[in-house]
């Protein structure tokens, strides 16, 4: 068998499959007609092997309690490793949970309490946020700063002294960062890592966009210092490289032993313990037979990072693009036109007919941008540019 689903210029019908990007947006107050370019899932079908490991999880027919072993554990340990030249020591150090999003809650319930601070970099990924106010903790943000290079960069000075000024026990990160797409150098790392270890700050390190580095490889926090073990959680996941988000399965790898059991006992305290039956067999599938359909979806997204990044320079006046280092969400910034927040909103998605994500819900620092997922066929894409394009 080879690869077969290599055909990423087809526009696969998602509408009417319950599918969140496609079929909520009269529930969430938008046109029903929208052309959506939002969540961070791809319009691509999964590589073929995934689908045909999942086809046979369905011929069996049985899908009781499962769990892993140490196959699974291999599988996970040679990805990181032939990804990211990161060694897994242990299987004790790999835990599984529904979601990275689970794990930043768990996380943030196990290692804060009421009331605490936790420490973020805004604009970034939103349930970051939410996680950290729905558990009725405190947001304290090291804002990124946007020198206008189309590249975020870190305050470092601030970033100490927010922790050391509001008591900050644990940090949230996102590399690739979502949605700026930096990927944070070796050295910007080796800084963040630094003062967390000094201060004694836990690093929950959600690297879920690391296989969409788009220059050298990805480099994991973790894997930089060997003391960083003892402070960081890394959270990683096959649901965004190979679009099996709705399969829930995600491996979050905690090497120090207190810090883990410490997680793992806030996991069982949600009632949590076997991981979903096909997100195993897809994550297998994927991290073992993967490869050709990664390097081509690689490929077919980077062509459409190129050609977005083209047709905004040439056709519209005010707008400026972050190019992503990393990630397939493309960082737009509005605010060139001159327009409110609320005006530009308005022309995307009742004149444009564009679902999008509004920068402000990534904070403050997010006002004046727009996110779009370029992870769909070019014609999409293109559609979707025009229609921005007569709008402003
Ligand atoms: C930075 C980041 N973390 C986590 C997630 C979601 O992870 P999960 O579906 O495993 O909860 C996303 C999805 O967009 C993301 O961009």
Redesign the pocket.
């Known amino acids: 068998m080879s690869e077969k689903n290599l055909d990423f210029d087809t526009v696969v019908n998602r509408r009417h499959t319950d599918s969140l990007k496609y079929d909520f947006a009269k529930r969430r107050g938008l046109p029903e007609d929208v052309l959506p370019l939002w969540?961070?899932?791809m319009d691509f079908k999964t590589s073929s092997y995934v689908q045909e490991a999942l086809s046979q999880s369905v011929e069996h027919g049985i899908f009781g309690y499962t769990e892993t072993d140490v196959d699974y554990y291999e599988i996970v340990k040679n990805w990181m490793k032939k990804q990211y030249d990161w060694e897994l020591e242990s299987i004790r150090w790999l835990v599984k949970t529904?979601?990275?999003?689970?794990?930043?809650g768990a996380i943030v319930q196990a290692f804060t309490k009421e009331g605490d601070n936790v420490l973020i970099q805004q604009p970034?990924?939103y349930?970051?946020s939410e996680i950290i106010t729905d558990n009725d903790r405190n947001i304290v943000s090291n804002t990124l700063i946007d020198d206008g290079s189309g590249r975020y960069k870190i305050d470092f000075d601030d970033f100490e002294k927010k922790i050391v000024e509001n008591n900050v026990k644990l940090f949230l990160l996102?590399n690739p960062h979502?949605p700026g797409g930096a990927v944070w150098t070796k050295e910007e790392l080796i800084r963040i890592g630094d003062i967390c270890l000094k201060h004694n700050v836990i690093i929950a390190s959600?690297e879920?966009?690391a296989d969409f580095v788009w220059k050298g490889k990805h480099n994991v926090l973790v894997n930089l210092k060997d003391e960083y073990r003892d402070i960081v959680i890394t959270?990683t996941?096959p649901?965004?490289t190979f679009n099996i988000?709705g399969l829930?399965i995600?491996n979050i790898i905690i090497p120090n032993t207190v810090l883990r059991r410490t997680f793992k006992k806030k996991v069982a305290a949600f009632g949590y313990s076997q991981a979903n039956t096909v997100g195993i067999v897809a994550c297998e599938a994927a991290y073992t037979k993967g490869e050709e359909w990664l390097a081509a979806i690689r490929e077919y997204i980077w062509s459409n990072i190129e050609y977005t990044k083209e047709f905004v320079d040439n056709n519209l006046t005010g707008v400026k693009m972050f190019v992503p280092e990393g990630?397939y969400?493309v960082w737009l910034d509005f605010s060139g036109t001159g327009l409110e927040d609320s005006e530009i909103n308005r022309r995307i998605i009742h004149e444009a007919k564009l679902w999008l994500d509004a920068g402000n819900i990534f904070g403050d620092a997010g006002k004046g941008f727009q996110r779009i997922n370029v992870a769909c066929p070019r014609s999409v894409l293109t559609d979707a540019l025009k229609r921005i394009k007569k709008v402003f």
């Open positions: 969540v961070a899932d529904p979601g990275v999003v689970f794990a930043l970034v990924y349930p970051f996102s979502n959600d879920i966009h959270c996941s649901t965004k988000a829930q995600s990630t969400l």
